[in-house]
Every structure is written in structure tokens, then in C-alpha cells.
């Protein structure tokens, strides 16, 4: 298995930070400012607890991806603080946007605005087509697609500044981003097409990096149950044998329901 950096999901307005309080010693060789700029980013601090310490932040950002809790800047942490990683701020377990975004509906529409050239045309199809699925699966959610229309999730593959003001950083880093559901830009999902994407486990598998998105689209923000799929790290999975966690199932059908079968 390896990670990299999978999306910045984006909801709109974006997650205030807010002052920390440092510590005047030396935690490592990372500038302070630094872990700053991570932790109210990442970890953003509320109304109720924007008094925390360094320490007490560093403690919560442990729990979350399940270290040793000790409140310093141990190598263990200092080396998660380092990994290339999605730029929406963390949560426990499954977890909806601020506000609890959601369609409305439930038949959405979907565009593909444009195509990366890493792949033929057919395979992006399917591949968009499969991830949709995987929620769709699972909910009363259906998705059809469009071509010239309107539609409520917009799909496109782009490279550094796209227009939507969260430009592309080139390959290795953000794969992509997505907006939960809204007018406007909401639940369009943009692919950074600095990437090298494939359908097989070399490079960036699509199929899913674009179900996890299809999340944000449509909702969800990170999980810190590691194996989910909307935890915050890109991880390779066989497409063919991915079934959806339970942690993602159970976010997603607290937002639209479960699936009726029908007899």
C-alpha cells in the first residue's frame, strides 16, 4: 500500500483558523510556524476551545491518525505532519460539511467537461461512471450523465490555475479537489491533470480517486477510520474487488438514506 496526497475538498466559505498559543521552546528542527500553519489548516480550534495549548492541538491531531499520544512533536508525528495529504481539515469517523450539505434531490446529473490524454476516452467514461456507482449503490442516489446541459456535478481534468481560485500544485501532490453539494461550483470535481492516470495500480488509479470525491460532491468530509475510503490519504485498492467500508456507508446513507429494494 502507499499514500499520497489525494484531494482538497472544498466547501464554501472555507474553515476559519484562529490564533494558536506557542510555546516559546524549541519543539524540533520544523520551524513552529510551520506546524502552526498545519494545525490550524488541518485542525482547525472553535469558539470553544480556540484557547487550546500547542501541546493540547498536537494531542488532537494524534488521536486522530491513532499515535502515541504525548502532546510533543515526536519523529512519529513530525513524519505525518510531512506526508503529502488532502487539504480539507480532519474529523473523527464519518463526518458531513459544516451545515450538513446535501442535493435536495435525489437524480443528479453529471458532465465531463474534459478528458486527461493518459487515458482513452471509453476508460475515463467507465471510470466515472463506476465511481458514481459505488454511492449509488447504496442510496436512492441515481446519476445521469449529460453532454450538453447543465449539471449538478460538473467533472474536468485541469492543470495549475483552472479558475475556480484552488489552482493545481503539478504532479506528486494534490490530485484533486472537490466542492460539497451547492450552486455555482458546488459539486464539481476537478482532476489535476499533472498527474499520470491509469485504470490499474501504477500511477493514479481513477476510478478511485473519483469515488472518493464523488463523496465530497456529494457531502462528506474526511474519515480517520484508516481502510474508509474518504480518509484523508490516497491508498491503492483493487477497483474490481472495492467494496465501500461500512464507516463510508454509514455517512453517506445518514445524508440520503438507505437503498429500498425492490420486490
Not at 60 to 76: A, C, I, P, S
Not at 98 to 122: E, F, M, N, Q, V
Request: hydrophobic share 35%.
Amino acid at each position: 500500500i502507499y499514500y499520497l496526497l489525494l484531494c482538497a475538498a472544498i466547501f464554501l466559505p472555507e474553515t476559519p483558523a484562529f490564533p494558536v498559543q506557542l510555546r516559546p521552546e524549541s519543539w524540533s528542527s520544523v520551524d513552529l510556524q510551520n506546524i502552526k500553519v498545519y494545525l490550524d489548516k488541518f485542525f482547525p480550534t472553535f469558539t470553544k476551545t480556540q484557547n487550546q495549548s500547542l501541546e493540547e492541538r498536537i494531542k488532537e491531531m494524534q488521536k486522530f491518525f491513532h499515535l502515541t499520544v504525548t502532546g510533543k512533536l515526536d519523529t512519529e508525528t513530525e513524519n505525518i505532519m510531512k506526508l503529502p495529504r488532502c487539504g480539507l481539515p480532519d474529523v473523527a469517523e464519518y463526518q458531513t460539511f459544516s451545515g450538513t450539505p446535501r442535493w435536495k434531490k435525489t437524480h443528479l446529473t453529471y458532465k465531463i467537461a474534459s478528458y486527461t490524454p493518459d487515458l482513452p476516452r471509453k476508460k475515463v467514461d467507465d471510470a466515472i461512471k463506476k465511481a458514481l456507482m459505488v454511492w449509488s449503490d447504496v442510496t436512492p442516489l441515481q446519476f445521469r450523465r449529460v453532454y450538453m446541459s447543465q449539471a449538478d456535478i460538473e467533472i474536468r481534468f485541469a492543470r495549475r490555475e483552472h479558475g475556480d481560485g484552488y489552482p493545481f500544485d503539478g504532479r506528486g501532490n494534490t490530485l484533486a479537489h472537490a466542492f460539497a453539494p451547492g450552486e455555482g461550483l458546488g459539486g464539481d470535481a476537478h482532476f489535476d491533470d499533472d498527474e499520470k492516470w491509469s485504470d490499474i495500480n501504477q500511477d493514479v488509479n481513477l476510478f478511485l480517486v473519483a469515488a472518493h470525491e464523488f463523496g465530497h460532491s456529494l457531502g462528506l468530509a474526511h474519515s480517520n477510520v484508516r481502510g474508509a475510503l474518504m480518509y484523508p490519504l490516497y491508498s491503492y485498492q483493487n477497483p474490481e474487488t472495492f467494496r465501500l467500508p461500512e464507516d463510508d456507508r454509514r455517512g453517506i446513507q445518514k445524508l440520503y438514506g438507505k437503498l429500498m429494494m425492490k420486490f
